[in-house]
């Protein structure tokens, strides 16, 4: 199999590079302290990328920064923060400013990959659960977008925003109601905002992945009864940046996952038995 080629980063504007805008850019990534964030923050590291990681998990951070450091020489920046607290939120991107400020650095890229979700009946998940998947989903997505799209306005330069949905997010999913509901809205909102963007040096790319072997299944309750459609991060994060750096506004990664989302135009209760009996060939309730 041909694996797509890596674009390169898009270098500055010469006329603005010139006048003293920042030449390294810089892409922040939430949820970079595992499965797809991780997976993409050494994606983005390879292809010469200096980093600002996010994510609550201090510890992480730090080990995933020294060892880009040794692999790829990555300057990188890393801050704990918990994206479903809205005072953590709301400073994040005013801590940036100090280290972005040294040595000609500017955002580049934004990765919204930060997200939850609870695998279980709507009317048995806890009030707190459903408001934490929101304020993580959809709230801190959509601020950390605003802000970075003013902070690309200003510098000028290229610069791209992928956010991760999910393959739920075309397909409802019984079970996954709060979840596949907030993904949905990351699809629209990005649809909407690359087509609000498209005469501007700003990209959008909403990524949708299906099923991806990363501790979120875990975290949302599921157990793993089979492989079969199951994607490595690793290959979600290589698609997915290949994606955003050609300026693709959508991306589904994988053939099977492109082709399981044709169930979308189906009528909704087929749809709906479908996609259960999907889900339950590859996952159980965890016990």
């Not at 650095?105 to 934490?132: C, E, H, M, P, S």
């Not at 087509?195 to 157990?223: A, D, N, W």
Request: aromatic fraction near 6%; charge should be positive.
């Amino acid at each position: 199999m041909t694996l797509p080629q890596k674009p390169t980063i898009p270098a500055p504007h010469p006329s603005a590079t010139q006048a003293g805008t920042p030449a390294q850019p810089v892409a922040l990534i939430t949820g970079a302290s595992s499965g797809i964030g991780e997976a993409t923050a050494k994606e983005l590291a390879a292809r010469g990328f200096a980093l600002i990681l996010v994510a609550r998990r201090a510890d992480r951070l730090q080990a995933l920064s020294e060892q880009l450091a040794v692999d790829y020489g990555t300057q990188s920046l890393c801050l704990s923060c918990d994206l479903s607290r809205r005072e953590d939120l709301n400073g994040l991107m005013a801590r940036t400013q100090p280290w972005l400020g040294e040595s000609g650095r500017y955002l580049a890229v934004l990765v919204n990959n930060a997200g939850t979700g609870v695998w279980k009946v709507f009317a048995d998940q806890q009030a707190g659960q459903i408001q934490r998947d929101i304020d993580l989903n959809v709230t801190a997505l959509t601020t950390l977008s605003h802000a970075f799209v003013h902070e690309a306005r200003k510098h000028g330069q290229p610069a791209y925003l992928l956010n991760v949905a999910s393959l739920a997010g075309m397909l409802p999913t019984a079970r996954f109601a709060v979840y596949a509901g907030t993904k949905a809205y990351v699809r629209q909102f990005s649809e909407i905002l690359a087509y609000e963007l498209r005469q501007t040096p700003i990209r959008v790319t909403c990524v949708h992945p299906g099923g991806v072997l990363t501790e979120f299944m875990e975290h949302s309750g599921q157990t793993l009864k089979g492989t079969t459609g199951m994607m490595s991060a690793e290959a979600v994060a290589r698609l997915a940046v290949t994606a955003m750096l050609s300026g693709k506004a959508s991306y589904i990664p994988g053939v099977l996952n492109k082709f399981s989302s044709l169930v979308r135009f189906l009528p909704a209760p087929v749809r709906l038995r479908l996609v259960e009996r999907s889900m339950l060939i590859t996952v159980q309730d965890t016990p």
